[in-house]
Structures are given as structure tokens and as C-alpha cells.
């Protein structure tokens, strides 16, 4: 990877070009950095207190009942985001959607097994587990880089 870098006091404005045969993921991780896509914080509840949780504790976010559930390591938080809004808050190169109702950061992720129905279950550090549906199998096998072998 190359970088230029051009400070001149003649321009108006900043630009930034990315140029590259294809959008990877050190591409997106640049453009969401760039866009500022990288959420500091999160405000949840637990009880009646209010808790900053800072994303990068999260192991997955899920629906319970009607509500998100942010759960760490060892605790569950209720968070007052919808799930298509995290996705949207959240880095696409950590965070990835694994079914309709679970937002899982794949840095927590300690391990997964194929079931019979093509269906995967992921194992998160803590110990606990979610299953990816059928649809979004190819999208956490690409983000795990899973299909490294090339057919032809």
C-alpha cells in the first residue's frame, strides 16, 4: 500500500481519494475510520443504573423479547438502539450480522462448528454460543476469510 500526502494552503477544502483494484477490508476499515463510523461508547441499562460500555467489551448484541441485549463477557445490558442501528453505528470490519436477531463482534469469537441443517454455531470466548443462519453463512465465512482455498 502506498500513501501521498499533498498540504498545500492553495486548497479549499480537505479530499481524500482511496484508489485499489478492489474494496477490502483494510479499505473499509479506512472509510470507517475516515467517517468517524467507530462508535466510542454505548449508554445501556441494567436494573436501574445506566452503563457506558465501550464496544470493543461487547461479545454479541441480540433481541429479547422486545428489547437489545448487549452481553459482555458476564453480564447482559439493555440498550435502547435497534439492531439495524448498531449495525449502521458499528465498524462492518468488527461487528457482522450472523442472523436477523444477532450482531456479533468477531474479535470475540473463539471458535464455531457446522451443524447437519448448514447452519453454523459460533463459540464466543466467554463460553457462550449463537447460531449463524443459513443466509448469512457465506457473509461470516468471507468476513473469517473461511473459503481461502480458490475453486476452479
Given amino acids: 500500500m502506498k500513501l501521498f500526502l499533498n498540504i498545500d494552503n492553495a486548497f479549499q477544502e480537505t479530499k481524500i481519494t482511496i484508489e485499489g483494484p478492489e474494496l477490502d477490508d483494510h479499505i473499509q476499515?479506512?472509510?470507517d475510520f475516515i467517517h468517524g463510523r467507530e462508535?466510542?461508547?454505548l449508554?445501556?441499562?441494567?436494573?436501574?443504573?445506566?452503563?457506558?460500555?465501550?464496544?470493543?467489551?461487547?461479545?454479541?448484541?441480540?433481541?429479547?423479547?422486545?428489547?437489545v441485549v448487549a452481553v459482555t463477557g458476564a453480564e447482559s445490558f439493555i440498550l435502547k438502539e435497534k439492531l439495524y442501528e448498531l449495525e449502521?453505528?458499528?465498524p462492518s470490519t468488527k461487528f457482522i450480522?450472523?442472523?436477523k436477531s444477532v450482531i456479533a463482534n468477531l474479535h470475540e469469537?473463539?471458535?464455531f462448528e457446522a451443524s447437519f441443517n448448514g447452519t453454523l454455531c459460533v463459540y464466543f470466548k466467554s463460553g457462550k454460543k449463537e447460531y449463524v443462519s443459513r443466509t448469512y453463512v457465506p457473509v461470516i465465512k468471507n468476513a473469517l476469510k473461511l473459503n481461502r482455498r480458490k475453486t476452479e
Avoid at 449508554?43 to 428489547?67: C, N, R, S, W
Wanted: proline share 2%; net charge positive; hydrophobic share 40%.
Fill in 88 to 90: 449502521a453505528l458499528l
Fill in 97 to 99: 450480522r450472523i442472523s
Fill in 43 to 67: 449508554i445501556a441499562k441494567k436494573g436501574e443504573m445506566q452503563h457506558i460500555l465501550k464496544p470493543v467489551d461487547i461479545h454479541y448484541f441480540h433481541t429479547e423479547k422486545e428489547h
Fill in 29 to 31: 476499515e479506512l472509510i
Fill in 39 to 41: 462508535q466510542q461508547f
Fill in 109 to 111: 469469537l473463539s471458535r
